[in-house]
């Protein structure tokens, strides 16, 4: 096991395209790190240049406190588990574990035995060792992939995208499964992901990548209630966050449908007549029927036309279109390119009480947490409303974990 360092990494391609600008990464040894990001924003091309798939054009990759910038992929002992897992059919599950060992030659017979059976009895599979591969559900096959990882003693697990052809279900249960077999053996971990959910549910940080560069790192909760811009609040959650025009005026904000106090700690940031973004997530709103007077107080209510509604058992979707006014609109055209049009959309999605009666084309009064609202300035993306010292308590919570976790997991290796 091996901590992971990035100092500066940039890749640039033969047409001077830069996939990775710049990044700055520590990953602690024995943390679960995911890179994510949209389509393109370099997630791969940074996990192939840690494996040594792929040249590093400047910066440093420190692996267990050796630069490795020249070192082959082999030298480097990590392992990819891929998509496909890349295991041999012929083979028992035994083999299959055995493989790494019997490469290297000169590894004695009784030692190989040891080996696998201990990685057999860390997964579960000992039952199994015996069978062939087309025999065991993709679960155990990904167990398989990771025991032979194990036998070898690897710095880090290195996965890309290593569910994205698996259907939802067993997806879910294979996001369970990564995550037991990662706590349990402690094992730093890299993993590529486009899909937001994998990466709230997985890791113990999100490294969160848009367009080669680095937006913000940090726990899954501190990326949720504190996201540093616009792209890493719309990118986190699901259904994403609303962006709202937001017009400051004196001490007040104008939104679509809603009038609330500018945030204390927005003040002195914003001048008189600025437009801002408004964000506020769809869970952070509700039908202000089943909302009791004391929290109705702390937020705002307000009426609007229900456009679409989606009931979906445990809650339900309402869709409310509005209209900015035309100044706005044209002041947030001119900003859509940087803003990747996000803010430019005219729906509300909120998410509220399974029991409510909504009716498509009616009205409805809701109520919205605005204690929960962000506020972004279009120019630059970034979030006004940020709580640096709420963040700061969130990180360190975060490092005591993971602390907690590597102790009891030296334990158990003793
Ligand atoms: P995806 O989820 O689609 O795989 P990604 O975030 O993993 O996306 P990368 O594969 O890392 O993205 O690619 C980052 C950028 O680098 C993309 O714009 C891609 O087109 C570009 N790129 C990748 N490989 C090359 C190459 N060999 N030559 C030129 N550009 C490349």
Redesign the pocket.
């Known amino acids: 096991m091996a901590a992971i360092e990035m100092r500066n990494i940039v890749?640039e391609?033969?047409?001077g395209?830069k996939?990775?600008n710049d990044i700055s990464l520590n990953i602690a040894d024995g943390e679960f790190m995911i890179?994510v990001?949209?389509?393109?924003?370099?997630?791969?091309?940074?996990?192939?240049m840690i494996v040594g798939l792929?040249d590093i054009t400047s910066g440093d990759m420190v692996i267990g406190g050796d630069r490795v910038n020249e070192k082959a992929p082999r030298d480097r002992n990590l392992s990819m588990v891929f998509q496909n897992y890349a295991l041999y059919p012929h083979l028992t599950v035994f083999e299959n574990i055995a493989f790494p060992l019997r490469l290297k030659k000169g590894v004695p017979e009784d030692e190989i035995r040891r080996r696998v059976n201990e990685a057999a009895d860390m997964l579960e599979l000992h039952e199994h060792l015996q069978r062939k591969p087309a025999n065991l559900s993709g679960g155990q096959r990904q167990r398989v992939a990771m025991g032979r990882a194990i036998v070898r003693q690897v710095n880090a697990f290195l996965f890309?995208?290593p569910l994205s052809n698996l259907d939802a279900k067993l997806r879910g249960q294979m996001r369970t499964e990564i995550s037991r077999m990662q706590r349990r053996l402690g094992t730093t971990t890299v993993y590529?992901t486009?899909d937001q959910t994998e990466a709230m549910t997985l890791g113990d940080r999100v490294a969160v990548?848009r367009?080669?560069f680095l937006q913000q790192v940090a726990s899954p909760r501190e990326l949720y209630e504190q996201p540093v811009n616009m792209f890493v609040a719309g990118f986190i959650g699901s259904p994403p966050m609303n962006f709202l025009p937001a017009v400051v005026s004196g001490q007040r904000l104008k939104l679509p449908f809603l009038e609330v106090d500018l945030p204390a700690i927005a003040a002195g940031k914003v001048t008189d007549g600025q437009l801002l973004i408004a964000g506020i997530r769809p869970e952070h709103f509700e039908d202000a029927k089943v909302v009791d007077a004391s929290r109705r107080e702390k937020g705002a209510v307000f009426r609007a036309r229900v456009d679409v509604t989606e009931w979906l058992g445990d809650s339900q979707y309402a869709y409310i279109p509005f209209e900015a006014n035309e100044e706005v609109t044209k002041q947030l055209s001119d900003l859509a390119a940087e803003l990747d049009s996000e803010a430019l959309r005219t729906q509300l999605i909120i998410s509220i009480d399974a029991m409510s009666r909504l009716r498509e084309n009616h009205e409805g009064e809701f109520w919205a947490d605005t204690r929960r609202m962000h506020l972004f300035d279009p120019r630059t993306g970034n979030n006004l409303t940020r709580d640096e010292a709420a963040a700061a308590d969130l990180a360190s919570l975060e490092e005591e974990e993971l602390r907690e976790r590597m102790d009891s997991s030296d334990t158990a290796a003793r």
């Open positions: 890749k391609y033969g047409d395209f996939a990775v890179l990001g949209p389509s393109g924003c370099g997630k791969s091309t940074l996990l192939r792929e890309d995208e590529v486009h990548l367009r080669g």
